[in-house]
């Protein structure tokens, strides 16, 4: 009897332990994504999988769209043999891994199928709008608003292009949400940091634009979805305006969350994995463009008219030397579409360019990896060390001022430096933390001793900054901005040193977002975000490219809805 029980006992034991990885005919299980385990729930029927569920994941909300576009490969194919994403590498690896090990526990024998033939006809629209980045979702959004159809065509499997990454903030000045804070601003004092931080190079009729737009534009984006409560300061600012989600949490991907949301549920027509190929022009008008369909076939989209969102250069490396031979061999903080596409289309219909040679470095970049460290992370407190244990810059002066003295520094790169109280006070960190991007120590001195730095000069340069913030003065280097002491262990460090970052040169625009030819606006064609130039200057001011890319996309969403009736 006794041994009866025990295998009875042993038999459902197993029972029990193989219902924990089927379900009848659902078979669960999951691998490691970017941000943490992906879960999922796969249907199997007689050797065919019928259906994927994502039953868990922490993946940032931008890679949805990628996720669902490999499950219904996947599905179609009856193969995990199927393309990543760019852009969500890791998650894409992550999910076909996950449903791998759900097929190979089932033991089914799938049949690979080949993916059915789409055809794909000529359309018609009013907006054509090409890149589904901040700037093209906030043009297209805000042309649909204004009562036209419109298409988006993105040449990635996902919406948000670059700005999926932005970590900052959004300047704006006279806002709503500075308002109910008690911080005094105005625009133009936000125009006067704009051109100073742009060596006075800048367009200052589209600086004008902006910032007497950017109050506007928080409260439009509000209204759309996005989180913008949050405030704090960017190098180059005089005040308290970088606009960011609550507890300082990466503004990209909430704010493409919010507008993807927003795209989708008011009809607009979303193209992804569709590659804009060229302009269509007949000498007097704009009248749509040609595409390339995912399966390579090539089609026409007519429109009234066009808006050229397709982002900045920074990831196309031949096109960077080109106009700055000094920045061969220097890694990028940009994604992979990010290559000149709607330049080189451009280029086609003479039009006029300006600042091209005007490309920015980020100072805080992890050599190892292009990691870049979010700009707020000295805002809140952060220091920079070098080598021999000593602050050597403002860490708060411009992008190019600090990435200049960065390089100067022994090994060409630098040590950000915060305590627990700044790690606290900014939800990016976090994130920073739990992929294995920071060195930890307990004390200044244990810190020292991992980066081999001489702890008596650390904790020398800790102190006399401390003294600075508590006398509101740092006579060292001038920094404006000392919101905290650095005496609350632990103790953080992550290496930096410059990476190319923005090109604030492209296609000259005009206050409306009008691509100009000779300094004359091209009948029905509109551009904006990074792709054009002349806000910046010879240097973009860190939150100013979002509040850039959103303005002159809802300017020019609205008059290419205008421009089309």
């Known amino acids: 009897m006794k041994f009866f029980n025990k295998k009875y006992i042993s038999i459902l034991t197993s029972l ?8 009848g005919k659902d078979y669960v299980s999951s691998a490691k994504g970017y941000n943490g385990d992906i879960k999922v729930k796969v249907n199997i ?35 995990v043999k199927v393309d990543n994403v760019a852009g969500a590498t890791s998650t894409s690896v992550g999910l076909k891994r996950a449903i791998d090990r759900a097929i190979k526990e089932s033991g089914a024998k799938l049949t690979a199928r080949e993916k059915k033939a789409i055809t794909y006809n000529d359309v018609t629209t009013d907006v054509v709008v090409i890149g589904g980045g901040g700037a093209g979702l906030t043009a297209a959004i805000a042309a649909k608003d204004n009562g036209s159809e419109v298409i988006l065509v993105e040449k990635a499997a996902i919406l948000g292009g670059n700005t999926n990454y932005a970590t900052g903030g959004l300047n704006a000045a006279e806002t709503s949400i500075q308002k109910n804070k008690g911080i005094k601003d105005s625009v133009n004092i936000f125009i006067e940091d704009t051109m100073k931080g742009g060596k006075n190079t800048n367009d200052k009729n589209l600086v004008t634009k902006m910032a007497n737009s950017s109050a506007e534009i928080v409260d439009w984006l509000i209204s759309k979805g996005a989180d913008l409560t949050d405030l704090g300061r960017m190098g180059g600012q005089s005040v308290d305006r970088t606009h960011r989600p609550t507890g300082g949490a990466p503004v990209g991907p909430d704010m493409i969350a919010a507008l993807s949301k927003t795209a989708k549920n008011s ?17 007097e008008a704009i009248r749509g463009i040609v595409v390339k ?43 992979k579409g990010a290559t000149g596409d709607g330049i080189t289309m451009a280029k086609e219909l ?22 870049m460290i979010t700009e707020a992370v000295r805002g809140n407190g952060a220091i920079l060390i070098n080598r021999d244990g000593k602050r050597f810059v403002n860490e708060l002066e411009t992008r190019d001022v600090v990435s200049k003295a960065e390089l100067d520094q022994k090994g060409n790169s630098a040590f950000l430096m915060f305590d627990e109280k700044v790690k606290k006070s900014l939800k990016a960190i976090d994130s920073y933390d739990k992929k294995g991007y920071l060195t930890k120590g307990d004390s200044i001195k244990d810190l020292a001793e991992k980066l081999n730095i001489s702890a008596k000069e650390l904790e020398k340069t800790f102190t006399k900054y401390n003294e600075s913030v508590k006398k509101g003065n740092d006579s060292e280097f001038s920094r404006q901005s000392l919101p905290t002491t650095l005496e609350e262990g632990p103790f953080y460090s992550v290496e930096v040193a410059p990476a190319v970052h923005h090109t604030m040169g492209g296609i000259k625009i005009n206050e409306n977002a009008q691509v100009l030819s000779n300094n004359e606006p091209i009948p029905g064609l509109f551009a904006a975000g990074e792709v054009t130039g002349g806000v910046h200057g010879s240097n973009r001011l860190g939150g100013n490219a979002v509040v850039d890319i959103t303005v002159f996309g809802k300017v020019a ?9």
């Open 350 to 371: 003479n039009v006029d360019f300006v600042d091209m040679e005007q490309i920015q470095t980020h100072p805080t970049v992890i050599p190892s990896n292009s990691v």
């Open 45 to 79: 029927i007689d050797n065919e999988i019928k259906n994927i569920e994502v039953l868990e994941e922490k993946e940032s909300s931008f890679t949805k769209d990628g996720m669902n576009s490999i499950i219904t490969d996947i599905i179609e194919t009856q193969s």
């Open 267 to 283: 009809g607009i027509d979303i193209r992804l994995s569709t590659f804009a190929e060229s302009l269509i022009y007949d000498g």
């Open 16 to 23: 029990l332990l193989t219902t924990t990885l089927a379900y």
């Open 293 to 335: 369909a995912p399966n390579g076939q090539k089609y026409i989209i007519n429109s009234k008219s066009v808006v050229i969102a397709t982002g900045g250069f920074g990831a196309n490396s031949d096109m960077i030397v080109q106009y700055v031979e000094s920045l061969e061999g220097f890694g990028t903080t940009n994604h």
């Open 557 to 565: 969403g609205e008059n290419a809805s205008s421009f089309s009736k």
